[in-house]
């Protein structure tokens, strides 16, 4: 084994922390992924910065927190002056490509200002998060009376599916998310009660294989260095999986949901509302919880054999030497948890995401194998890759902080002492039920090993969790008058959070340190009585001179 030489960036999109075997799972067995935890570190305190799947990634991608770069939910655009994984990966010599989804959307008034065309080579990559694309695909061609949702979701896979034989229009709803009734109907996946259907497609042309596919293909014909951006679309919703996967587990293998009456009873106005809009009331009942979990489980399933296509298609070309391996995923999925489903707040079952990261490198084979409970953020992932690839990390830009040393050994932790996590709900039907303006409907978790504290703009108190004694999160302190200086000492963390110098991008430390200095040389002179009250050096130019009287 050498130094990694390229990186494999694999995320799901809502896969939990906590459904797969080496995280704990009771049930659902995930050996391949269990494999390359075996050869690499796995994190168990990995936080995502947004609870949903546009911000989260768009943090990914740019090594930045939401309140910097400003796309705060999802199809709201990534700014065009924001730097992106690929501009610094480019920079240090290393190709940057994508094969899957980003949810990125592309600031359309911004690249018109600056005159940038969409098939230009910078204008594809602005368009595009940065990546060079080899296949975009953000699923999710979903249609209704206003039309498609994304008129260019699963656009290449369509094609494949059409020129495989699968009829109608959308095959990736007809056949891939849907299942079929005795008299030839079409279940859609979008309705739950349909998830224990198998879905109305071969299981070799599903998704997930199609897209392990897609990947091989990209890396067979990669010229190196490259790092790949394999994201995946399952086990996103719609929760449905074609066979076998579809009837592998069955109520029995359901857990109980981790909420409680008195959670429910006692809820924060804002959590409540959650817990009340039509997605939680679907997944607080049980009919629900027995239909989703099983598909959803099938769906992790296959995504794991998957891995182990891969991983083995890996070992035999060699790729597996010199190729850094990290797998992820944007955020969780409640399932009914806390009430609620979805993701769009912040106990772990959805801010929390599986982490692990196999390093080829000899540096390596301490950690190998081993778990880490540090602190740990998805915007550390960005300057990890740069280090990878030999370059110099732009700490003025990127705000996450390189992940190598614990890799290589050299520490257990890293420098921070707390998590940061943001949700903007300003455009939500909530934020309107709540009768808050568009600056109002935000919330940020600040949390370190201890304690979570979720805080909310619009005059709403604070919620706490001890998280020693309350791992479940059912608790919520935040009246407690025997918590207030944990409160205080949480909002601490998250004032010297806010008045971190963000948007200072264009010069880097080094720079400010050097421009102190350089003025002096450059005849500014300011607060100097008498040119011997300084050194000559800064006052060489305006000695000595001799001039004509023009005075008169």
């Not at 992932?381 to 110099?392: D, I, K, Q, R, S």
Request: glycine share 10%; proline share 5%.
């Amino acid at each position: 084994m050498a130094d990694a030489k390229n990186i494999l960036f694999i995320m799901f999109d809502q896969l939990r922390w906590d459904y797969l075997s080496c995280y704990g799972h009771p049930h659902l067995h995930t050996p391949h992924i269990d494999r390359l935890a075996e050869k690499g570190v796995r994190f168990t305190r990995a936080i995502i910065q947004s609870p949903i799947c546009g911000s989260s990634r768009m943090s990914t991608y740019t090594g930045r927190y939401v309140h910097s770069h400003g796309a705060s939910w999802n199809n709201i655009p990534l700014k065009v002056g924001e730097l992106t994984m690929g501009d610094h990966l480019r920079r240090a010599g290393m190709d940057c490509w994508l094969v899957g989804k980003t949810h990125m959307m592309a600031d359309a008034e911004g690249m018109e200002r600056l005159g940038l065309e969409r098939d230009s080579v910078i204008g594809a990559r602005v368009a595009e998060c940065g990546f060079d694309i080899f296949e975009r695909d953000d699923g999710l061609a979903a249609e209704g009376t206003d039309g498609r949702y994304d008129p260019d979701g699963a656009k290449e896979y369509n094609k494949y599916l059409k020129d495989k034989g699968y009829g109608g229009e959308n095959p990736w709803h007809d056949h891939a998310n849907s299942g079929i009734g005795q008299d030839g109907s079409v279940l859609s996946g979008w309705f739950l009660k349909n998830s224990s259907e198998a879905a109305n497609i071969a299981e070799y042309d599903s998704e997930t294989p199609y897209m392990t596919r897609r990947g091989m293909a990209f890396i067979a014909a990669a010229k190196g260095p490259w790092c790949c951006h394999l994201s995946y679309i399952k086990p996103h919703w719609p929760y449905i999986v074609p066979a076998p996967y579809h009837d592998m587990y069955g109520p029995q293998h359901v857990p109980h949901a981790n909420r409680s009456q008195q959670e429910y009873d006692n809820a924060h106005p804002v959590m409540r509302g959650f817990m009340d809009n039509p997605i939680g009331k679907t997944f607080s009942r049980e009919e629900t919880r027995n239909a989703v979990i099983p598909a959803y489980m099938g769906l992790i399933k296959q995504c794991d054999d998957q891995m182990g296509v891969l991983f083995n298609w890996l070992e035999k070309t060699g790729r597996m030497d010199d190729t850094m391996i990290v797998l992820t995923s944007d955020h969780g999925d409640f399932l009914g948890d806390h009430w609620m489903g979805e993701k769009t707040f912040f106990q772990d079952a959805s801010v929390k995401v599986p982490m692990i990261i196999y390093d080829p490198s000899p540096k390596a084979d301490v950690t190998r194998g081993t778990v880490c409970d540090a602190l740990v953020e998805c915007i550390d992932l960005a300057p990890t890759f740069v280090e990878v690839a030999g370059g110099e990390v732009p700490g003025h830009v990127l705000e996450g902080e390189s992940l190598l040393p614990i890799l290589h050994g050299q520490a257990t932790e890293t420098k921070r002492d707390f998590v940061i996590c943001e949700y903007d709900y300003s455009a939500s039907p909530l934020a309107d039920k709540l009768g808050l303006n568009a600056r109002d409907g935000v919330i940020f978790m600040v949390a370190d090993k201890s304690h979570k504290l979720i805080h909310f703009e619009g005059g709403f108190r604070p919620m706490l969790f001890d998280l020693v004694s309350d791992p479940d999160e059912l608790t919520d302190l935040g009246q407690s008058p025997d918590h207030q200086d944990i409160i205080a000492q949480m909002y601490d963390y998250l004032f010297r959070w806010a008045r971190r110098n963000s948007q200072r991008t264009t010069r880097s430390e080094a720079q400010l340190m050097e421009m102190r200095r350089g003025s002096r040389k450059r005849g500014i002179i300011i607060g100097v009585y008498d040119q011997n009250d300084t050194p000559l050096e800064f006052t060489t130019f305006y000695r000595g001179g001799k001039a004509e009287d023009k005075r008169g």
